[in-house]
């Protein structure tokens, strides 16, 4: 997701909640006299070394050239806290639904040894999936809001926001789906009123911010009863899908601030040449203690690089 605020700057949203500023990593503007100013825009030391190839071959010199010349350079640090997203979430809807009544056909059909789903039990659906049916929206799909029968299983192997598709049929082949994005909202689809492979159960559960982590249903002891996916209910005590989200919310924040507290630890110790095993230094006490203070208050810091450390990033992968 990208994101636009004040002055025009622009930031990328990554899945895993990375907010980064996108710009032109450099600007090469020709002088008259012939020679180059070049501004270097980039997010850390790597990002500027991994630069110097590409800056060089654009004004035409070496890249021992460039870096002796970067050397006498101007160059400032600015740690900026990115921007505040906010973004409404919706769940259900017509044509989020047909996606997920796919998926569970999909997944019926890949767990069988036939094509069933090619047979007349499954016309209803497969009209709302292909063209879409108002009807079948509102007399075969049912919004659920019980708490999931060992829920607390799934969340313990696959995160508190896990994808939920679970698809049982009974005795008579009625086919009952249960599906959910980010264990918030549920819908209770009916994939066949009879006619399907008898007592037959399949499901898939994963976990959105890995994707690696994923199995087949049933498993790890949770099962749904054909009697429970009879009778979703709406009412006062139905869950409230926020606590979900919360939860998720709370979980991926605390992630968060411990990989940037440690990114802030490794920065210091490398402006403070400090390598494992050596002394903390009172210096390097000091600027981390400075850093953490104003990351905490979300300030904007901008201060100018002293030569040596000019000199140090520019040597990062010199000889």
């Excluded at 006490?285 to 450390?309: G, M, N, V, Y």
Aim: glycine content about 8%; charged content about 25%.
């Amino acid at each position: 997701m990208q994101v636009t605020i004040e002055e025009n700057q622009k930031f990328v949203v990554w899945p895993d909640g990375r907010i980064e500023l996108r710009q032109k990593p450099f600007i090469i503007e020709k002088r008259s006299d012939g020679g180059f100013d070049v501004t270097i825009k980039a997010k850390d030391l790597e990002h500027v070394d991994s630069l110097m190839p590409h800056v060089a071959a654009a004004i035409g010199i070496s890249e021992e050239n460039l870096r002796n010349q970067l050397g006498r350079a101007n160059a400032r640090e600015i740690i900026q806290p990115g921007p505040q997203v906010t973004r409404n979430m919706a769940f259900g809807g017509h044509d989020p639904l047909r996606s997920l009544a796919k998926s569970c056909l999909v997944l019926w059909n890949k767990s069988g040894q036939d094509n069933a789903i090619k047979e007349s039990p499954f016309d209803a659906v497969k009209v709302f999936v292909t063209r879409g049916d108002q009807t079948f929206l509102s007399n075969k799909i049912k919004l659920d809001g019980r708490p999931i029968p060992g829920a607390d299983i799934l969340a313990s192997k696959f995160g508190p926001i896990f994808n939920l598709i679970f698809v049982k049929s009974d005795s008579n082949g009625k086919i009952l789906a249960y599906v959910g994005n980010y264990n918030t909202a549920y819908w209770r689809i009916v994939i066949a009123e009879a006619g399907g492979m008898p007592n037959r159960a399949v499901g898939l559960v994963s976990n959105p911010l890995n994707p690696n982590n994923w199995s087949y249903l049933p498993n790890y002891g949770f099962d749904l009863d054909i009697s429970w996916l009879e009778t979703p209910t709406i009412d006062e005590s139905s869950r409230n899908p926020g606590d979900s989200i919360g939860a998720a919310l709370k979980d991926h924040t605390e992630k968060q601030q411990e990989q940037h507290i440690h990114e802030m630890l490794i920065d210091t110790f490398r402006e403070c040449q400090i390598s494992e095993g050596s002394v903390i230094t009172e210096e390097a006490i000091e600027r981390f203690s400075q850093r953490f203070a104003l990351w905490l208050l979300r300030a904007k810091t901008d201060r100018p690089l002293s030569s040596e450390e000019i000199n140090s990033l520019i040597s990062l992968n010199k000889g």
